[in-house]
């Protein structure tokens, strides 16, 4: 698990950070998910109580992007996540 004392390392690709904040994510959105919860009720339940992980840019530093927005993400994911039948189970994050 990525905590604050990780956030102000240098990674050596920006895969590295991206893939540590998605996953942060998706942890909180596990957790909050239930069969039959709306992408609505889920994101909802993120912005109040999920992980906001960020990547901050550093002009110097190559092979950055432009960061990255936890709640952007997370609006994706609850919509991919609830519109899944519900009998289909929640892939390995």
Known sequence: MVT???????????AEPLAACTRLVDLCLDEGYAPGK???ALY???TMFGDDPF????S???GTSSGFSAW??????CEELCSR???ELLPES
């Open 4 to 14: 604050t004392t990780q956030a102000a390392v240098r990674w050596r690709s920006y």
């Open 44 to 46: 909802g339940y993120y």
């Open 72 to 77: 952007t993400y997370a609006k994706a994911r």
């Open 38 to 40: 709306t992408a609505e």
């Open 55 to 58: 990547i901050v840019e550093i």
């Open 60 to 62: 110097d530093y190559p």
């Open 85 to 87: 039948p519900p009998n």
